[in-house]
């Protein structure tokens, strides 16, 4: 074969290589690929965005100007693109606003977000992804867990598949749906990194998935879901040290437990905790050692509070709780957790080792003090006579009293928030305060305070503030 008749069945061999390559691609069969796509169909028109907005006052009686415009690379509300202008008498407000996702859980229209998300708005809208927009409700947050429920008045609305967290496996696949720097509705994809994920300092309480999917500002609130598109959790946090974006580390409040916020804030308002009142700590290799456990397991009581359950059912400190209601612990965090999801007045079953044996004990949990925690509503329509309208409190027991450096047999409610746009924040009320009487009522708890407060006009109250005691008329 001469090099011209080589050259040309080469040619030829390639050509037909190439064609029958072009006949596979255009060829109608299923791929061979695994895909998410069904998944992500079932979940995206239950995802929204979550526009929020606050009013803050400029301090030292400078202005930035009246309304501030969202900056896409601020987490949440960030001030920052105002420019000062010439000092005012007295302090001027401008509206700083922020963007985040939420995942609707019923056709009439409660919506599942983070707590970050609306926590001290002043109005907030939702966006649905066939663009139509509604003002929402917040119907009630919790802080602790970082979970908020807000409402809009829709109907027939498309509605996520509430799956079950407890059953997901490091491994699994998973998506992360939501609205990453405002740039509109986008999917992400990974796997169940880890599951169980605590001490991270982020809430309170916590019980966090890890994933891998990207998951960045804006995304908070959004949809964490399986390969089935059901909702396996509520993504919270990014851990970005220095850069702000994903570096394939988000964290998602699971699903059971974002449920089990979201019927107590729609059934009562607030979120009520049980506890123990016992002090725990993880058991190391080297503490299982010393107390002669035969494995670095349960969860290690280092305190026991006075007349709190745990010392009324008899527990003391160098106590090992293993198990409680026959679900074995294997960190103090399950504890914990398990503890706070209970009803207070529930008897709780402890398998407990002591002095090298084990024995049953059985306490009636109590609500965790100061717990319960009060915000005035944000309706517009019910909330104009709140006397204490953007103002939150919590209940005063000996721990918060310390913090705010008065005696622990301090009597009152400590003031959490203060929206600085209220009349209460006009009148003086500060974040710390401890509301000790309203109207020349004692106040020992926020039931107290809701009691005592005039819905119309002004109310006297009577502050304890560092040691120091004042009235303030609001």
Do not use: C, W
């Not at 992500?40 to 929020?52: D, F, L, T």
């Not at 922020?98 to 977000?113: A, F, K, N, R």
């Amino acid at each position: 074969m001469t090099l011209g008749a080589g050259l040309l069945a080469a040619a030829v061999t390639i050509e037909s290589r190439a064609h029958i390559a072009l006949k596979l691609a255009d060829a109608n069969e299923p791929p061979s690929h695994i895909t998410m796509a069904p998944a992500a169909k079932a979940a995206m028109p239950a995802v929204v965005k979550i526009s929020a907005s606050k009013i803050v006052k400029a301090q030292n009686g400078f202005s930035r100007g009246e309304e501030q415009q969202f900056d896409p690379f601020e987490q949440f509300f960030g001030g920052g693109n105002g420019r000062f202008q010439v000092p005012q008498e007295q302090p001027r407000s401008h509206r700083e606003g922020g963007l985040g996702s939420g995942v609707v859980v019923s056709p009439d229209g409660y919506i599942l977000t983070n707590n970050h998300v609306v926590d001290g708005a002043t109005d907030v809208r939702v966006t649905l992804p066939d663009r139509r927009e509604f003002k929402a409700k917040v119907i009630g947050t919790d802080p602790k867990t970082d979970i908020a429920v807000v409402k809009i008045e829709a109907t027939n609305l498309p509605v996520i598949t509430v799956g079950n967290s407890s059953k997901i496996q490091v491994g699994d696949g998973v998506l992360a749906i939501g609205n990453p720097y405002g740039v509109g509705q986008t999917v992400t994809m990974g796997i169940v990194s880890a599951t169980g994920r605590a001490g991270l300092g982020i809430e309170d309480y916590e019980d966090f998935i890890q994933t891998d999917a990207s998951i960045n500002p804006g995304n908070s609130g959004g949809a964490l879901v399986n390969d089935r598109g059901e909702l396996i959790g509520i993504n919270t946090a990014i851990l970005a040290p220095g850069s702000g974006g994903n570096q394939g580390i988000g964290f998602a409040v699971p699903v059971n437990l974002a449920r089990q916020v979201m019927d107590q804030i729609v059934s009562h308002g607030s979120v009520q905790r049980a506890y123990l009142g016992v002090t725990i700590q993880e058991v190391t290799p080297a503490l299982a050692q010393s107390l002669g456990l035969p494995a670095p397991e349960g969860a290690l009581i280092s305190d026991v509070s006075p007349n709190s359950p745990g010392e009324k059912a008899g527990l003391k400190s160098g106590d090992v709780i293993l198990s409680m209601n026959g679900t074995k612990i294997a960190e103090s965090n399950q504890l914990r957790m398990n503890v706070s999801l209970m009803n207070p007045g529930q008897t709780v079953n402890l398998k407990v080792y002591r002095d090298g044996q084990t024995r049953d004990v059985a306490a009636h949990v109590g609500e965790l003090p100061g717990a319960k925690v009060q915000r005035a509503s944000r309706d517009n329509n019910d909330s104009q006579n709140e006397v204490l309208e953007g103002v939150s409190v919590q209940d005063l027991d000996a721990r918060t009293a310390r913090e705010a450096g008065l005696s622990a047999n301090t009597k009152g409610v400590i003031v959490t928030d203060v929206d600085p746009a209220s009349a209460a924040a006009s009148a003086g009320l500060k974040q710390g305060d401890v509301i000790q009487e309203a109207n020349h009522h004692a106040i020992t708890n926020s039931d107290d305070l809701s009691s005592a407060l005039h819905k119309n006009g002004e109310s006297l109250l009577l502050i304890n503030r560092g040691g120091n005691k004042l009235y303030l008329a609001v």
